[in-house]
């Protein structure tokens, strides 16, 4: 055979040692003799550096490559005078005369190479020297799928046998017709037996299984091969160096032609940890001073500890292998097989009471766990527990009802807390003391000036709310000040009412008494609400003569849910009076904006609804020295005093910045952020900073030119006059201010036309929770998309500015904001136009 020469990059030829060497050459040289050639040549087109002979003889590898490519067979008679070979070297050195080649076709119709013969002079080819190697050519296609077949198959093999041996599993093959057993290197690892000294016969096996297992391992393998079928044993074996091994055996037999068994074949791995686990978990069973027994999936007993013996009253040996509906019959459809067929079936743990009769004669506590291995019960034995029942009820019953004052306590203080709203609070807690504890109730409150009100009321009878609100209106007038309730007031104490109806009327002047007959408490309580050193408020609690007296519990609680209220009510007075500072301030902060010929602008701040600190958001529209409108919206981040400081120093620089330079968008946010980082102003912040302009040229053709920049923020809104909407996009992303000082900004620009809208907005108009920001963006789109045309029929005359941003900030939020929101838009006017009435800015 000739070595390896060098070859075009996209043929190869086969050397004997890659697949079926022997077989490949033997059919090239079949195909020199019966084709009496001068040489035979196999290619495939799998290795692209190297072209290897099979054969002795000249190669014909470019011939070859021209059969692949042909992709059929290639018949010539004089090399030298077919055109699709005349340049191929062995035409011009005169090596082949003649040429016949046969494309090998695989399975999957790819071509893997061509079967090729030549001989020095022209000759004339004949069908069935052409048919014969095309058989040759099928032959070798044959040999090369074998031999990738042989390679798949040892793989396999391979990683089957790592498999194993990683496991841990040894396997055997037993002969039944010899008695020869034959076991893998991992066998005789698990039986501690070296190869060399293993017979292979059965009674070496038999010899070292515990002489304890040894009957029930004979048994299940006279089992197996008897019926033909599986076996399966788990046993100990004894090491020879005295050690105990515990052992799993599995396998299933082979029938010869007589339907006997013949061959057994198995594997068997070692499970002495998981019997070393067992034998803990039951020494852990057996030292449990509860009961505990398993039963399997036929009812019977296979495991009973000491305390489950000594309760169910039977020996060990009595109980293990018994079907627990015959040893125990009373237990037929009691709730005991209720439970226990109950969590069988569902797979679910029940835990339940029952009782059985005699002789065992107890009240068992039992839980019940369905597993794997089958029924664990644990149980015991509570009959003690049960002719103390009485007092167990008592006990309950004091139980519930100290459960019911904490729901009761948990229920007020979330609702308390759930809102900031005084008089929706109030009304809350009324609700929740009757009928619960009272029959009804008033709640009584001071105001900023000390004056008391009762802002709340509620009666357990519906028909006599009415009358309750209409005392409410009329008591505090009529009350004496030495009464009931300006005692508690005054000295911070509950203070009890007995035989109310009179005491109190006794109390009041004119119409009061008579509503308050019609009332007719039997006991009352004034409860007062403490909070910060100071009595906010009471609560008034009267009770009809049905109820009695509240217990000591009972007014322990009482007096904690008057503190609780009272600490939630100046809260909320201490929230409302934050807020209007903190909005207030926001006024401030936010200026009118600007009004430039033909341009109108709006601006609406929304603080959020749940908090009273002043927000980072903000807005500006302003004219820079040369008359161009800017406008301007930003986030800082925070909202707190801090933040509320950074966005006023952020916002007053960036104005003054616009409006000295003169510069675009982009130069205003770069020389901000230098600004920024040499006053020290330590935030971050996301901004747009966008001006208006026009040419002359712009001017004549109705067109104003837009230029922004964006530093990180949400980006604006275009309306064009035929109500299309767009986002204006940079040409990059930009990082926030006060991130990266010194980065330099980049300005993008939009020709608007008259009519055209821009709207800016703050991330409190479209985030929510649990949304993607991306939902949001979708959604404002679609709003203003829908809201636009309603606001330029508004007006007949143009589009409504005031009216689109308000109807936008309706359906976006429907209702407070979670969120500061702000917003800034630009309407452009057509001359002719007259300009739209200015609102002037407006936090909402």
Not at 543 to 570: H, I, K, T, W
Not at 615 to 634: E, H, M, N
Not at 693 to 713: I, Y
């Amino acid at each position: 055979m000739s070595g390896p020469r060098t070859s075009r990059p996209d043929v190869a030829a086969v050397t004997p040692a890659a697949v079926a060497d022997a077989a490949l050459g033997r059919l090239t040289h079949l195909a020199v003799r019966l084709l009496d050639v001068a040489s035979a040549h196999l290619s495939l087109v799998h290795r692209p550096d190297h072209v290897v002979g099979i054969e002795s003889l000249a190669v014909a590898d470019d011939l070859c490559r021209a059969t692949v490519r042909a992709e059929e067979p290639l018949v010539v008679r004089d090399v030298r005078a077919d055109h699709r070979l005349a340049d191929v070297p062995q035409a011009l050195d005169g090596t082949a005369g003649a040429y016949v080649g046969v494309p090998l076709v695989g399975r999957d119709g790819h071509v893997l190479g061509a079967l090729c013969v030549t001989d020095p002079h022209p000759r004339d080819w004949s069908d069935a020297e052409v048919a014969l190697l095309r058989d040759l050519a099928a032959a070798a296609v044959t040999e090369l799928e074998l031999a990738a077949l042989s390679l798949d198959y040892e793989a396999d093999r391979v990683r089957w046998q790592l498999a194993v041996s990683a496991g841990g599993v040894g396997s055997f093959d037993w002969d039944l017709v010899t008695g020869h057993i034959d076991w893998d290197e991992q066998m005789h690892v698990l039986f501690g037996i070296p190869r060399e000294a293993f017979g292979g016969r059965i009674e070496e096996f038999s010899a070292v299984v515990h002489p304890d297992d040894l009957a029930g391992v004979e048994q299940a393998i006279e089992g197996a091969i008897s019926a033909c079928s599986y076996y399966d044993a788990e046993y100990r074996v004894l090491l020879p160096d005295g050690a105990v091994r515990w052992v799993q055996a599995r396998g299933q037999t082979l029938a010869g032609e007589d339907g006997r068994a013949v061959r057994m074949l198995g594997a068997a791995y070692d499970t002495t940890a998981k019997r070393d686990a067992e034998g803990r978990i039951a020494r852990v069973l057996e030292t449990m001073s509860a009961a505990f027994f398993l039963l399997d999936d036929a009812w019977r007993f296979t495991y009973v500890n000491a305390e489950a013996v000594r309760l169910l009253g039977r020996p060990r040996d009595e109980l293990v292998g018994g079907v627990i509906w015959e040893l125990y019959p009373a237990a037929v459809d009691s709730d005991f097989e209720v439970h226990y067929r109950g969590a069988a079936e569902t797979g679910e743990p029940r835990a339940f009471e029952a009782y059985y009769p005699p002789p065992l004669d107890a009240w068992y506590e039992v839980r019940a766990w369905p597993g794997q291995d089958g029924l664990s019960v644990y149980f015991l034995d509570i009959t003690a527990r049960r002719t103390s029942q009485e007092e167990a009820a008592r006990a309950q019953r004091r139980l519930r009802a100290a459960s019911a004052r904490l729901q009761l306590l948990s229920a007020v203080s979330d609702d308390l807390s759930s809102t900031l709203d005084t008089e929706d609070a109030v009304r809350r807690l009324a609700r929740h003391l009757v009928p619960g504890l009272g029959t009804w109730c008033l709640i009584t409150m001071a105001d900023e000036h000390r004056q008391l009100h009762d802002i709340a009321s509620w009666h357990a009878d519906p028909d006599l709310r009415a009358t309750v609100e209409h005392y409410a209106k009329l008591r505090l007038t009529a009350l004496s000040p030495r009464s009931y309730l300006f005692e508690a007031l005054r000295t911070g104490r509950l203070i009890e009412v007995p035989d109310a109806t009179r005491t109190i009327v006794e109390a009041l002047s004119g119409e009061a008494r008579d509503v308050l007959r019609d009332l007719a408490p039997d006991m009352a309580y004034a409860i007062p609400m403490r909070a910060r050193g100071r009595t906010v408020g009471a609560i008034t609690l009267f009770l009809d003569a049905e109820r009695g007296p509240l217990p000591e519990d009972d007014l322990a609680m009482l007096a904690q849910l008057a503190d609780r209220a009272g600490l939630a009510l100046d809260n909320a007075r201490l929230y409302e009076e934050q807020r209007h500072i903190s909005e207030t301030l926001q006024r401030a902060l936010l200026s009118a904006p600007v009004e430039p010929d033909h341009v109108h602008v709006v601006v609406r701040y929304l603080p959020a609804a749940e908090a009273a600190e002043v927000g980072g958001d903000w807005y500006d529209a302003f004219l820079q020295r040369d008359g161009a409108t800017v406008l301007a919206i930003g986030d800082v981040m925070g909202h707190d005093t801090q933040a509320a400081a950074a966005m006023s120093q952020v916002r007053t620089l960036l104005r003054g910045i616009a409006y000295t330079s003169g510069g675009t968008p982009a130069e205003v946010l770069e020389s901000l952020d230098d600004a920024m980082r040499g006053l020290n102003v330590d935030t971050m912040a996301s901004a747009v900073v966008a001006r208006l302009e026009q040419t002359p040229e712009e001017q004549d053709r109705g067109l104003r030119r837009l230029r922004w920049s964006n530093a990180g923020h949400l980006p604006p809104l275009l309306v064009r006059p035929d109500g299309t909407v767009e986002e204006l996009h940079g040409t990059e992303p930009e990082m926030l201010l006060g991130v990266v000082p010194g980065r330099r900004r980049a300005d993008a620009d939009v020709l608007l036309e008259n009519g055209s809208t821009v709207l800016m907005f703050t991330d409190g108009l479209v985030e929510r929770r649990g949304e993607h920001v991306r939902d949001g963006l979708d959604r404002l789109r679609e709003v203003v998309a829908a809201v636009a045309p309603r606001a330029a029929a508004a007006t007949g005359t143009g589009l409504d500015l005031e009216v689109l941003v308000d109807e936008v900030l309706d359906r976006m939020l429907g209702g407070p904001a979670d969120d500061d929101v702000a917003v800034v838009a630009v309407h452009l006017f057509p001359q002719h136009l007259p300009r739209p009435p200015h609102a002037g800015p407006e936090v909402l």
